[in-house]
């Protein structure tokens, strides 16, 4: 076949009454001819940040208020399908509603991710057959490590385009027609996830912190070595004002500013320990903006985490509340040098 054609399959019978002729045309000139009929669909993304704590009845409740959305429209056939990925790569994929309902939940595994599809015909006008819509929705704790290098690997640059979107909490989809029941399905997912309660592992301020640990570590690595240089000068302007009368020797200097620059090295390692440490506190704590409790594992993993998520934030407040204290003193302690000087 030649590149870019695209063959119009025949049957035997057809083939033989058209002289044995095959109708080629190219895919570009096929898409249209298949949109001509079929409708071109659009499509409408719709993230949302907010945190979740999710629920069986919750994915319950959004199809529920979907399919009494969809039951408003002329639809003529609808299937709900589920995919649900767990810890370790497991996926488990649920055909029909049904399935997933009757599905047991009572296994180890820990839940990561939820993708919820309705495919559903909708008579449309202008069109003598109804049309193929597709809402999805997607909800993930977390983006997952492999996901992301996959994408690197790719090197598609329409994966970056929609990293956003892949790595937001939740986000729907609509491929659609009918613009205006578009926008009505994503309006019914935007209400459903603001009547959502968010998850009390973790608060919004330890999860702030945990998202900026970065900066974090590093202001409080080179704040250190900042207000260790500020002693230092100011310590100096004081002894020669206070101790040397104004005149200060040559040599005297020299074994200050020898003093000064060796030490910067031992402050320097305390402010990386300080640093390593507060990240490490933060790095600890499960930041998930989506949390699932759905099987036995996730009520386990659910209970550990938010323990260990309050040790982590009070052990971090407290070495933040330290830190603070000696800066403080030690802003005091310069402001003092400096105007006895």
């Known amino acids: ?3 870019g054609k695209a063959v119009i399959e ?3 019978d057809a083939i033989k009454n058209q002289g044995g002729i095959v109708a080629k045309l190219p895919k570009e000139q096929l898409k249209s001819l298949f949109y001509l009929f079929a409708g071109k669909p659009d499509s409408r993304i719709k993230v949302y940040s907010k945190p979740l704590f999710l629920k069986m009845e919750d994915i319950v409740e959004l ?4 399919t009494r959305k969809l039951q408003l429209h002329n639809i003529d ?6 995919t649900m990925g767990f810890e370790g790569s497991n996926i488990q994929e649920f055909g029909t509603w049904s399935e997933f309902l009757e599905h047991s939940w009572q296994t180890p595994d820990c839940t990561e991710e939820i993708v919820i599809k309705w495919d559903f015909l909708v008579s449309v006008n202008g069109y003598s057959s109804p049309q193929r819509h597709t809402l999805l929705v997607r909800l993930s704790s977390d983006m997952k490590p492999g996901k992301f290098m996959q994408m690197i690997a790719s090197g598609n640059s329409e994966d970056f385009d929609q990293i956003d979107v892949l790595t937001a909490p939740a986000f729907c989809r609509v491929d659609f027609i009918n613009l205006q029941l578009s926008k009505e399905l994503i309006n019914e997912v935007s209400q459903w996830v603001d009547g959502r309660i968010e998850p009390s592992l973790i608060t919004d301020l330890y999860y702030f912190f945990k998202k900026k640990r970065q900066l974090i570590a590093l202001f409080t690595h080179h704040s250190t070595n900042f207000i260790f240089m500020m002693l230092w000068v100011s310590s100096f302007l004081w002894a020669r004002t206070n101790i040397y009368q104004g005149t200060i020797l040559n040599e005297v ?3 200050w500013i020898f003093i000064g620059i060796y030490a910067m090295d031992p402050i320097g390692k305390i402010g990386h320990i300080l640093a390593s440490r507060a990240y490490s506190k933060l790095e600890r704590i ?3 903006k989506v949390v699932f409790e759905f099987t036995s594992g996730d009520k386990k993993s659910n209970s550990e985490a938010a323990d260990k998520n309050k040790r982590q934030g009070m052990q971090f407040m407290r070495q933040t509340l330290i830190s603070f204290a000696i800066s403080v003193l030690a802003g005091i302690l310069v402001t003092y040098l400096f105007l006895g000087s």
């Open 1 to 3: 076949m030649e590149k």
């Open 10 to 12: 025949m049957d035997e």
């Open 63 to 66: 199809n529920d208020c979907i």
């Open 77 to 82: 056939a609808q299937i709900t399908s589920l």
């Open 253 to 255: 200097i020299a074994i």
């Open 286 to 288: 499960d930041g998930k």
